[in-house]
């Protein structure tokens, strides 16, 4: 029987918080799913709990692969999938359990693509970090089924898009059709598939209910301090962006106001680089043709601005 969902989470050592995370997915209300549980290389007990987990649970499904980031590993995990709908969960957070099965039926209903949610913050410490917000309901419409590419414009132009994968139920074909991969090697690859998905899809609908329960800790990728890591990620970000364009000149506007936002935003937080740093990723815009995008207050920021 093909599966209702395929759940794809990648794992890398995140022992302490994996179970709660199986378990906010093995509990779901939706029980015809697919379970591909990716394991990325760990070295701590992570192996022996998904074995544990695959044991108990006919649906689940272990992969391994030496540790070669998420990207890939959500890859890997999409070859195996059978599924209808998609979605992408992640091993150190936590997910409605009832998610799945409202977003299941609210596609079914409204022959929907995609439909997308908010996000509640689980602090880890109290003392961490974080500038997140996943809360949207007073800036997007929920009321009614919506056109995806006006949805990527207007989320872009009010500061309300997020490119978090877990945020987004999918239909499985759309993915399959237009070959839409995640960028591997890099952070920040979310963006590419993200993009993609929302222009190569039609209708879609907003959720708003935080169901999705992130955890922010201290020594997650996220929470990292801003690094040349990030700007490599975006690059290859940018790189993806400008493929599709080329593909897809009638997109012209959309990609750009993707470029702008993006990158007008990642070139104000490079003022927490180094000046070394700094030469190095003007270089590298500059051959990448992304000096554009950058507005001039955030580039008087980018060399100015001490952190």
């Not at 996943?134 to 590419?149: A, E, G």
């Not at 009010?158 to 877990?166: D, G, L």
């Not at 500059?286 to 980018?302: D, E, N, P, T, V």
Request: proline share 3%; net charge neutral.
């Amino acid at each position: 029987m093909t599966p209702k969902v395929s759940v794809i989470m990648p794992i890398y050592n995140t022992a302490a918080y994996l179970q709660q995370a199986l378990d906010s997915i093995c509990n779901q209300t939706l029980r015809e799913l697919q379970i591909i549980l990716v394991d990325d290389g760990s070295t701590d007990e992570c192996p022996e709990i998904l074995q544990r987990y695959a044991n108990l649970d006919s649906r689940i499904e272990v992969l391994t692969q030496k540790n070669q980031g998420q990207g890939c590993a959500r890859n890997n995990g999409l070859a195996y999938a059978k599924g209808e709908y998609l979605y992408f969960m992640d091993s150190d957070d936590m997910l409605d359990t009832s998610c799945l099965a409202e977003c299941y039926e609210l596609c079914k209903q409204e022959c929907l693509d995609y439909v997308f949610f908010d996000a509640q913050i689980l602090e880890e410490h109290q003392q961490t970090q974080h500038s997140f917000n996943y809360d949207r309901k007073h800036l997007i419409d929920y009321t009614q089924k919506l056109d995806s590419k006006e949805v990527l414009r207007h989320t872009l132009n009010n500061a309300s898009f997020r490119s978090t994968i877990w945020l987004f139920f999918m239909r499985r074909d759309i993915i399959v059709q237009h070959h839409i991969l995640f960028p591997i090697g890099v952070i920040h690859e979310d963006n590419a598939f993200v993009l993609e998905l929302m222009l190569f899809s039609h209708w879609t609908r907003y959720i708003p209910i935080p169901a999705f329960h992130r955890r922010i800790r201290q020594s997650s990728t996220m929470t990292a301090p801003f690094s040349m890591r990030n700007i490599i990620g975006y690059v290859k970000v940018a790189d993806h962006a400008k493929t599709t364009l080329k593909q897809h000149p009638e997109w012209k506007s959309l990609i750009e106001l993707f470029l702008k936002k993006t990158f007008d935003s990642v070139i104000w937080q490079g003022h927490r680089l180094t000046w070394t740093e700094k030469l190095k990723t003007a270089k590298l815009f500059f051959q990448h043709s992304l000096i554009r995008y950058g507005s001039l207050k955030s580039w008087l920021a980018f060399w100015l601005k001490r952190s």
